[in-house]
């Protein structure tokens, strides 16, 4: 089951957590998007599985699996949208790699701290109809 079915299964947000990492936060929007922050939530949510659902708890999603399978993007709209600290590049640059893999400590600071901001809707409207379209784009 994936994140978007069970929202919609009971029409509400649930609080969140990945699989692999002690990361955690809110999955909330609306199911009808009307502004690029609902249609990039919910095209995300389309994709990241459900392992374990926990009404009274975190609800557990592959999230770092969802991050790593659209990595490319992540890196693109991060390296161009956040401060350079909190950029993938800057991380590589830092640590001397080519990419971040989810074995490091960095990987976790990079996108999943990101994800979860993306998810506070602390990005601006235009950033996510580039987040989304970028999304869209690769899913084709």
């Known amino acids: 089951m994936t994140l978007k079915e069970l929202i919609q299964i009971n029409d509400r947000g649930y609080d ?12 909330d929007y609306n199911i009808n998007p009307k502004d690029y922050y609902d249609k990039a939530l919910d095209l995300m949510a389309s994709e990241i599985e459900v392992v374990k659902v926990q009404p009274k708890w975190y609800t557990i999603c ?26 993938p590049k ?21 996108y999943l701290e990101s994800f979860a901001s ?18 869209k784009e690769k899913r084709a």
């Open 16 to 27: 969140v957590c990945d699989d692999i990492f002690d990361w955690g936060t809110n999955y």
């Open 62 to 87: 592959k999230f770092s699996e969802f991050v790593v399978k659209y990595q490319d993007v992540f890196d693109q709209f991060l390296n161009e949208e956040n401060k350079e600290e909190y950029t």
């Open 90 to 110: 800057y991380a590589c640059e830092k640590l001397g790699v080519d990419r971040l893999n989810k074995d490091m400590g960095e990987f976790y600071d990079i």
């Open 118 to 135: 993306l998810l506070a809707g602390n990005y601006c409207e235009s950033d996510y109809m580039k987040l989304y379209e970028m999304l």
